[in-house]
């Protein structure tokens, strides 16, 4: 009798599930296990948690909605409430497991902690399987090392010579042990969130793998916004100006190769465009950043970069305050921290301009603004944050915010996200400093290199 673990980490989803699939395929039965990792709730020395309250709850969603499916397949999940390191040995030996199935990891601490594990751990079998992009690291023309520096060079040879790999199914039954209960997923009380901050909480989209697979048909089938996604995709306001996959795939709750699959059928069925292109191209960027990351390991956490370059920075702690809590003065900016610090969730738009203002306006270490983007995100991956900061940090791709926020007509989003700015005209509120407007923080700096910005905004036409 092989009795088989299923650890769920970042692959919260029964479709596409190579481990998944593969422990059906060789065990007799099966237990189902996830844990929290306490670790990534501590507070850091920047004064803020590691991770914060909305993915905390995001998570919790996504947990759920797992469980969820696995009661349906007469299964359980047992959830861990401090670290894996606990959970898995106690399992193991309850249950007398032979084989673990996990999803492969590549960052740093994910390794050490199964590192850790497999040591308290000789007898049993780890069994892990590539499932964090689109196309599989093993089929690509590169080695990790060998990862080109610039995504064209990447992109270009990676779409000529491989395919994304086909996606597994999911599973229709599924060889449980018997009289297994699962268990809670933990309050948050024991990762120190208060019931007034927790209660709080409303992550911008709700986590799960039934949330996910809807969202995706939404986008394409069922609204077809995505053939205008290559037009809509800089703004900012609302649920459908892009497709808000990035959540779900971060904590696994869809594959990449799952929203490949549905475009390529929406291709063939309702539209290829611009557009379709453009998804998946973006999700080629996604992979991308994580074979980088893979290449510069804990490089991409430093101040200096996998560049190793020393930028003077001012570091200026009541400016870096303001930034967090969307008081810099400078609507767009403050817009999406504010919207960022209620929901975890920031447009692209958004994130390149308040990275950009954060570095090149303010000079703050680029590592004090990621670090903030970890702790509020709730589709905070690795490589994505730290090497799209990394990017903005050494490659330099100023956005001038004030220029921005007209190019993207953004006066309805700020209105929306800056209270003390709702009654604003279209002119007010872009560039409110230059008005009578008592409530809202007198900019930090007006820097003379947004004068063109300024001047074009005042002459705006505007509806009286
Ligand atoms: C400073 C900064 C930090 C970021 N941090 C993260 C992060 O922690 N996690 C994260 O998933 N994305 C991150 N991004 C990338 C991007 O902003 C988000 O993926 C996107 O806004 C998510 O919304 P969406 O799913 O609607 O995107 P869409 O525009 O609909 O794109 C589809 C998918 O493509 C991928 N994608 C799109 N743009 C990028 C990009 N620039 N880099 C990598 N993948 C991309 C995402 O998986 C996304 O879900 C960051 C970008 C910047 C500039």
Redesign the pocket.
């Known amino acids: 009798m092989k009795t088989g673990l299923i650890w769920f980490k970042n692959d919260l989803r029964l479709h596409d599930n190579e481990a998944l699939t593969k422990a059906i395929e060789e065990c007799d039965e099966l237990i189902f296990c996830y844990a929290i990792e306490k670790s990534n709730f501590k507070k850091l020395d920047l004064g803020f948690k590691k991770c914060d309250v909305n993915r905390f709850k995001f998570i919790e969603q996504s947990v759920a909605d797992l469980q969820n499916h696995l009661e349906k397949l007469g299964a359980h999940l047992l959830i861990g409430s401090d670290s894996a390191v606990q959970l898995l040995p106690k399992l193991v030996e309850k249950y007398d497991i032979s084989d673990i199935y996990a999803e492969e990891e590549y960052a740093s601490e994910e390794l050490n902690l199964i590192k850790t594990i497999q040591n308290i751990l000789p007898e049993v079998k780890f069994h892990s399987y590539w499932g964090k992009t689109l196309y599989h690291k093993d089929d690509i023309p590169f080695s990790t090392s060998k990862i080109p520096l610039s995504s064209k060079a990447y992109r270009i040879p990676t779409g000529k010579e491989s395919e994304p790999r086909k996606t597994f199914k999911a599973p229709t039954e599924l060889k449980s042990v018997k009289k297994v209960k699962s268990t809670k997923f933990p309050s948050y009380k024991e990762f120190d969130f208060t019931k007034k901050e927790y209660d709080a909480a409303r992550p911008f989209v709700e986590g799960g793998e039934t949330k996910a697979l809807k969202r995706l048909q939404y986008y394409t089938f069922k609204s077809e916004l995505l053939t205008g ?1 290559r037009w809509t ?1 800089n703004q900012s306001q609302g649920l459908d100006y ?5 959540p779900y ?2 904590i696994g709750c869809i594959s990449p190769r799952e929203i490949f699959e549905n475009v390529k059928e929406y291709e063939k069925k309702i539209k290829k465009n611009q557009s379709t292109w453009w ?1 998946v191209f ?2 080629v ?2 992979d991308f ?1 994580t074979l980088k990351g893979m290449k510069f390991g804990d490089k991409i956490f430093k101040t200096r970069g996998y560049k190793n370059k020393e930028i003077p920075f001012d570091n200026n702690q009541e400016n870096f305050e303001k930034w967090c809590e969307g008081r810099t003065g400078i609507p767009f900016v403050d817009a999406h921290m504010r919207q960022l610090n209620e929901t975890g969730y ?3 738009r958004g ?2 301009n308040c ?1 950009s203002y954060f570095v090149h306006d303010l000079n703050i270490d680029w590592t004090w603004g ?1 670090a903030y ?2 702790s509020k ?1 709730i ?3 690795v490589s ?2 730290w090497m ?2 990394h990017m ?1 940090a050494f490659e330099i791709y100023y956005t001038n915010p004030v220029h921005q926020s007209n190019k993207y007509k953004a006066q309805d989003f700020i209105r929306e996200w800056i209270p003390e700015l709702k009654d604003c005209n279209d002119i007010e509120v872009l560039i409110p400093w230059e008005f009578d407007i008592p409530d809202y923080p007198k900019p930090i700096e007006i820097f003379s290199k947004w004068e063109r910005a300024i001047n074009l905004i005042k002459k705006l036409k505007i509806k009286i």
């Open positions: 996604y995709r892009s497709s808000k996959f990035s795939l971060t998804l973006e999700l960027w996604r950043f920031m447009s692209n994130r390149v990275e990621a983007f970890e995100l589709d905070y991956d994505s944050n799209n900061w903005q």
